[in-house]
Nanobody, 115 residues
């Protein structure tokens, strides 16, 4: 079993930046697609970005050009660099690892964008 622990959330003003980290333990997830999701109040959890085992990133249109996902398989960490943050980016951000039918989730970290 793998454990995923997110960190790096917090309160930031509009236009600011944050970097989220997802630390993986218990099992190597090198071939897994690693993704970030977010959930804001009264909304369903939504996909934000992902990076494949082959290091191919993809992004939701709402964050393209502002967010960058990366992974370091030696350190077993997945990161999400978030720039030019907007109030609509507010939510709990979750890390996910997925390979075929196997899915792992972290507990989430809160990101609040507000002046």
């Amino acid at each position: 079993q793998a454990q995923l622990v997110e960190s790096g959330g917090g309160l930031v003003q509009p236009g600011g930046s944050l970097t989220l980290s997802c630390a993986i333990s218990g099992k190597r997830l090198d071939p897994y697609t690693m993704a970030w999701y977010r959930q804001s109040p009264r909304k369903q959890r939504e996909w934000v970005a992902e990076i494949s085992g082959g290091m191919m990133p993809s992004y939701d249109e709402s964050v393209k050009g502002r967010f960058t996902i990366s992974r370091d398989n030696r350190k077993n960490i997945v990161s999400l660099q978030m720039n030019n943050l907007k109030p609509e980016d507010t939510g709990v951000y979750y890390c996910q690892g997925k390979l075929d039918a196997t899915v792992y989730w972290g507990q989430g970290t809160q990101v609040t964008v507000s002046s």
